[in-house]
């Protein structure tokens, strides 16, 4: 008997889809991606909370079918399945402390155990526990105040990164980025460069917002970062998400700029929370780019020529892990070459498949 | 060569006396140099008249200051012993010109001072004005001059970002023949169409500004009338300096145009003087047409050919922006029969790239159209990158549109070769490390972009903390460039200033 999703939960999960699906068109999210992660990680409270699950093996089930179909709408937006795959590992973890098992013993296969246990560890999660459900959703609202605090804690760290009289090169529009510079400029003077990331140009709009908050800012093309780079102290940008291997998706664009801070020694840093760390690997050619409109390219009243180009509009780059310095998160600084152990602590590797 | 410097020395003391006599002459004329020197920076003084000014003005500098005051003071010396005086000059200037002969070597490296090439005066570089907007006394001489010649100085516009504040920053909307009186009475008609369709855009591109240029001059030629008592040589290039520091004012020259306007000036100063008037314009008309057969039109083809051979069939090739170059070196490849397809990379807010796509995808060549924040998406595909170039610098670094860096730089992370376009006649004596020393400014309210019926930077003004930076040119560093293709030959970016070396002696 597996369980099963009421008719009441079907429309608030609807909606959900819905919004995932028309907030992908590129232009720049709808919302933040902070804002999707609280949003996913509220519609599993829900379902924890009213749908018709008799042990974890079955919640689980009724997660991950529902977690399938958040994902196909839309790909691109991989906090979604970060969320879930968060709140797959807190059931697991519940279960097990249900059954009264330290949380250590039942953590990921190591080799060790590979050799002495012989066979499939364990249970299917079949096992009933009253109290599962109640713990399960006090962990889930444990998450969710984590989120609320994420963006709060990584601009906390502001001012050990940035000291006065510095130029900071930032590209496009990451509201992590944004609140980590202001509260930076509470205390510190320095200038700000924004490259304006087209075809969007969203580095408008973070231009705009921070000079509201009084930082010297500047905006220049994209094809002048490498152009001003010589003079920049630091390059500091957000992220969509960040990669198992250390490396990034991030606004086109971004790749460039990599190369520029590279080519200059800047240093690099990355400011992503944690719910952006995805178990994903960069391999997957058809599932890494995502392309929009060619007309934000190339608008449609260029006429006559339109029928025989082709016109690109990739909304995506890949940054490999060497061109990083540093990623600033919520639980604090780290290296590259660490975020595969993180992933582990997130996320159990049976889940990096939904 | 011993005597021909004796002549000259001889020459420069006649000269030295005459300024020592009228004092204030002497100021005049040095500050007049200054500011002849600052306003075609890469041109030389065109005679052996002030290049013999500039010499003394440089090098030997406590000569005249001690010559000055004593006059003045004792006019009544007699004639023997002023000569006893120049003599003992002489010698004592002869021995520390053999001095210093031993010293230095056999170098024409500086491009100012038009002195014979084994003596290497110790010049001091007169800085181009318009990369001193930040000194008020530059800003001042510049208007005294601009006074004198009767052109009207321009009132740069906007909040500039403090990176910047040595160089102009310009608004299309405010142009400066919005000052000019009609009829124009200093400035030729034809320069004031070409100095408006400079500033609005209309005419851009380093090759097309050289020939509109040189189209004007033509023009300027033929409705020229040497005025009685003057001669052509010496009043018609008086009569192009007011017309130069207009269209500089209008927008700064490139260094094409620059060249352009050495040789002309070159060829105006050595017509004879008994040569008749009728004659005379047909030969400096006729020494222009050359120029342009020569140094555009012959020098592209002759790097098309060279450029063929780097094509091959199934190449995919990268291009950025419009270049003339590249497009006719493109075009002529597709008309010989190669196969391949062309990806134009675009930046804004220039958006020239859509010009170049629209030529090509006329003649058939099948290309794609990505902006510069695609680059490295696209870059895989290729297999070769040509650029274009506005200048190439005496240090081997490749001047061109803002954004040609970048693609180098991405193109070498990806191992893409990278082939820089470029006539001999945009070769530099200037040297540069970065793209902030010397670039120029563009409008501003270039960036701003209306999307989705919002536009986010329309009062970047009123903001005080709010600055855009439309940059136009930047500097790639030869280690990006894997080969220049000029009309010598292909050659390395580092040996740039071999060929300056060559044409200079050929000169």
Not at chain 2, 200 to 224: C, E, M, P, T
Request: charged share 25%; proline share 5%; net charge positive.
């Amino acid at each position: 008997f597996t369980g099963a999703v009421h008719g009441f939960l079907l429309s608030p999960i609807e909606a959900f889809l819905s919004d995932l699906k028309r907030g992908g068109s590129g232009t720049g999210p709808l919302r933040g991606s902070a804002e999707t992660a609280r949003e996913t990680t509220a519609l599993l409270r829900r379902i924890t909370a009213q749908a018709r699950w008799s042990s974890a093996g079955d919640l689980m089930e009724i997660i991950r079918k529902e977690g399938r179909r958040m994902i196909t709408a839309q790909p691109s937006e991989t906090t979604v399945g970060n969320m879930i795959r968060r709140v797959l590992k807190i059931i697991r973890e519940e279960y097990a402390r249900s059954r009264g098992k330290s949380e250590e013993t039942d953590q990921q296969e190591s080799l060790h155990k590979l050799l002495t246990s012989g066979g499939l560890s364990e249970d299917n999660f079949r096992q009933h526990f009253a109290a599962l459900k109640a713990n399960v959703i006090e962990a889930i609202n444990e998450l969710l105040t984590e989120l609320e605090g994420t963006t709060d804690n990584v601009a906390m760290q502001a001012l050990e990164h940035i000291h006065s009289n510095e130029v900071i090169m930032t590209i496009g529009r990451s509201r992590t980025v944004e609140a980590f510079l202001k509260d930076a400029a509470r205390k510190r003077k320095f200038h700000v460069i924004v490259a304006e990331c087209a075809p969007f140009c969203q580095g408008h709009e973070m231009a705009t917002s921070l000079s509201e908050a009084g930082i010297e800012t500047t905006v220049i093309a994209d094809a002048a970062i490498f152009a001003v780079m010589s003079r920049v102290n630091k390059v500091i940008i957000g992220t969509q998400t960040v990669l198992a291997n250390g490396g990034l998706r991030a606004v086109n664009g971004t790749h460039t700029l990599a190369l520029a801070a590279k080519h200059h020694s800047t240093p690099l840093i990355v400011c992503a929370p944690m719910f952006k760390l995805s178990p994903q690997f960069p391999n997957e050619e058809d599932t890494f780019h995502k392309f929009v409109s060619p007309h934000e390219v190339l608008p449609f009243t260029e006429g006559e020529i339109l029928s025989k180009v082709n016109v690109h509009c990739p909304v995506f780059d890949y940054v490999p892990p060497e061109l990083i310095t540093l990623f600033i998160s919520n639980i604090g600084g780290h290296a590259p070459s660490y975020i595969y152990r993180l992933m582990s602590e997130l996320y159990h590797p049976e889940d990096h498949e939904l | 060569e011993l005597t021909k410097e004796e002549k000259q020395r001889l020459r420069k003391e006649k000269k030295q006396q005459k300024k020592n006599k009228e004092k204030k002459d002497e100021k005049a004329s040095r500050e007049s140099d200054k500011e002849k020197k600052s306003a075609a920076p890469a041109s030389q003084p065109p005679t052996q008249h002030t290049a013999q000014k500039a010499v003394p003005a440089s090098a030997p500098v406590p000569l005249p200051a001690s010559e000055a005051p004593v006059p003045a003071d004792k006019p009544a010396k007699s004639k023997a012993e002023l000569k006893a005086e120049r003599r003992a000059r002489q010698e004592a200037e002869r021995a520390s010109k053999q001095g210093k002969k031993g010293e230095v070597g056999q170098q024409a490296a500086t491009g100012k001072a038009k002195a014979p090439p084994s003596e290497l005066q110790p010049v001091v570089k007169r800085l181009p004005e318009h990369i001193q907007v930040d000194n008020p006394d530059v800003l001042k001489k510049l208007a005294k001059k601009l006074e004198r010649q009767q052109v009207c100085i321009y009132v740069y516009y906007g909040y500039k970002v403090s990176l910047f504040s040595h160089l102009h920053q310009y608004s299309r909307k405010a142009p400066l023949t919005q000052q000019l009186s009609i009829p124009s009475t200093v400035i030729h008609p034809a320069i004031v169409r070409l100095g408006l369709q400079y500033s609005q855009g209309i005419v851009a591109g380093s090759n097309a500004r050289s020939v509109a240029l040189l189209h004007a001059f033509k023009q300027v030629i033929r409705d020229y009338t040497t005025p009685p008592k003057e001669e052509l040589s010496r009043d018609l290039v008086n009569k192009l300096k007011p017309y130069i520091s207009f269209l500089n004012q209008c927008r700064p020259l490139s260094a094409s145009m620059g060249n352009a306007i050495k040789y002309i000036k070159k060829e105006i100063s050595n017509i004879p003087s008994q040569c008749k008037e009728e004659e005379a314009k047909r030969k400096l008309l006729n020494c222009i047409e050359c120029y342009i057969n020569e140094k555009i039109v012959l020098a592209a083809k002759a790097i098309a050919k060279y450029s063929i051979e780097k094509i091959s069939d199934g190449d995919v090739i990268l291009v950025y922006g419009c270049s003339s170059l590249v497009n006719h070196i493109l075009c002529e490849a597709f008309e010989k029969g190669r196969k391949f397809r062309v990806i134009v990379v675009d930046s804004r807010p220039r958006l020239e790239g859509r010009e170049a796509l629209r030529r090509l995808v006329q003649r058939g060549i099948s290309c794609t159209y990505v902006l510069i924040s695609a680059v490295s998406y696209i870059l895989p595909e290729v297999s070769k990158v040509f650029l274009g170039a506005h200048a190439l610098l005496a240090n081997g670094y490749v001047m061109s549109r803002v954004g040609t860096s970048q693609i180098a730089l991405v193109a070498k992370a990806f191992n893409v070769p990278v082939l820089v376009c470029c006539e001999t006649y945009k070769f530099c004596e200037r040297v540069q490390t970065d793209s902030f020393v010397s670039n120029e400014l563009d409008d501003p309210d270039d960036l701003i972009v209306t999307r989705k019926g919002k536009t986010q930077l329309e009062d970047w003004q009123k903001v005080d903390s709010l600055g855009l930076l439309n940059l136009v040119y930047d500097v790639t560093p030869p280690d990006f460039v894997d080969l220049v293709i000029t009309d010598l030959g292909m050659i390395p970016c580092t040996s740039v200033p071999v060929v300056l070396r060559v044409k200079n002696v050929d000169q």
